[in-house]
């Protein structure tokens, strides 16, 4: 297995829990998947090629998820930061194939900290639900995806500003990954970054990954998001630091 996914053993081990753990914050939270997986594996994996990885390790978890988070999302709003996505996914997946893989890293890397840090401080953009500027937002959005695949964690500061509750914000987080990442997967398909090697670590990965979905999905409750949001935010910001110092040193 370690010769399929071309990692060494230990690497191989840190990357099943780091996307064991993921899946569990994806399950209550509604995102932070990619972003945790690109924080944990990025100094191990180029952005390059973990990026299709964990496009369609949202897919999957975002097909398990849907049916309990359909309910419960804006879809008008869904529907419009996704067409902005049509914009910036392909601008993002181009500078990402493009870009040296090392500074590609440190790119995704200070993305993953400096939103989550946001999300923690609970900063309010100053946004507001009209079309324009959620369509705005699903340009910027659709462009981050492309270069770390946590257009997710844009969304979620949008939905912050907003006010949305909790559940809102977990069923539209959830359509909205569901769509683009299945847009998303159209595009690398069309950039070539579907590889054997992508689709072979997605395997490898989607077990773990859906088990620990399955289990946040089964402890999710909108009144302890003041608990659980800070500890993954936390989490993530280590990770992402952790994988900086990796990097750079």
Known sequence: ?????????SELAFALIAVFVAGMVRGFAGFALSALVMASLA???????????????ELASAMLLLRGGFGEANKRMAFTLQAGALIGVPTGLYLTKTLDPELSKIIALCLVVTLALLQLARVRLPVSPSPVATFVTGITSGFVTGLASIGGMVIAL???????PPKNMRGSLILI???GGTLTFLWQILYGMITELALTRF?????????GVLIGRANFKPEYERFYRPFCLTLLIGLGAAGLLRTVL
């Open 1 to 9: 297995m370690t010769a399929l996914a071309q990692l060494t053993a």
């Open 43 to 57: 100094s191990m994996i180029p952005p390059v090629e973990l990026i299709p990885v964990c496009t369609m390790l």
């Open 158 to 164: 949008y939905t912050l500003a907003l006010q949305m």
């Open 177 to 179: 990954i569901f769509i």
């Open 203 to 211: 395997a490898i990965f989607a077990l773990p990954m859906l088990a």
